[in-house]
């Protein structure tokens, strides 16, 4: 680990479940000073870099297929640390089923709701 205990993840990435042909964006940040961060994905035992990520900036994993294992690791001067593993899985399109389930609410007369399945718009 980094030689200081005032690094660490104040963010992590979330596992995701997203359609097929989707890039998937996360959020991430860290305390400290790093000097360099990569995204990985794990090929069977072993890590290989996957891209370089911007300090400070929301990271984008362009599309893949199936399910992918990821983490972050971050370079600081006196060591490196790596996120949590991260997993998301791309599905192939089925209009009906929903990626994300309404949790509830109210809605303005007026205003439409939309909801968003693979591919599809339903406006309510």
Same mark, same amino acid.
């Given at each position: 680990?980094?030689?200081?205990?005032?690094?660490?993840? +104040? #963010?992590?990435?979330?596992?995701?479940?997203? /359609?097929? =042909?989707?890039?998937?964006? &996360?959020?991430?940040? %860290? $305390?400290? *000073?790093?000097?360099?961060?990569?995204?990985?994905?794990?090929?069977?035992?072993?890590?290989?870099?996957?891209?370089?990520? +911007? #300090?400070?900036?929301?990271?984008?994993?362009? /599309?893949? =297929?199936?399910?992918?294992? &990821?983490?972050?690791? %971050? $370079?600081? *001067?006196?060591?490196?640390?790596?996120?949590?593993?991260?997993?998301?899985?791309?599905?192939?399109?089925?209009?009906?089923?929903?990626?994300?389930?309404?949790?509830?609410?109210?809605?303005?007369?007026?205003?439409?709701?939309?909801?968003?399945?693979?591919?599809?718009?339903?406006?309510?």
């Amino acid at each position: 680990p980094a030689g200081n205990n005032d690094v660490g993840f +104040t #963010i992590e990435p979330k596992n995701g479940d997203i /359609a097929a =042909e989707t890039s998937y964006n &996360f959020t991430w940040a %860290v $305390n400290g *000073e790093p000097q360099s961060a990569e995204l990985q994905m794990k090929d069977g035992e072993n890590w290989a870099k996957l891209d370089d990520l +911007t #300090i400070g900036q929301e990271g984008t994993i362009s /599309a893949q =297929e199936g399910t992918k294992t &990821f983490r972050i690791l %971050v $370079n600081y *001067e006196n060591g490196s640390i790596y996120s949590k593993e991260f997993t998301v899985c791309w599905r192939e399109a089925n209009a009906n089923q929903f990626l994300i389930q309404p949790v509830g609410g109210s809605i303005k007369n007026g205003l439409n709701l939309i909801l968003e399945s693979y591919g599809s718009k339903i406006i309510i």
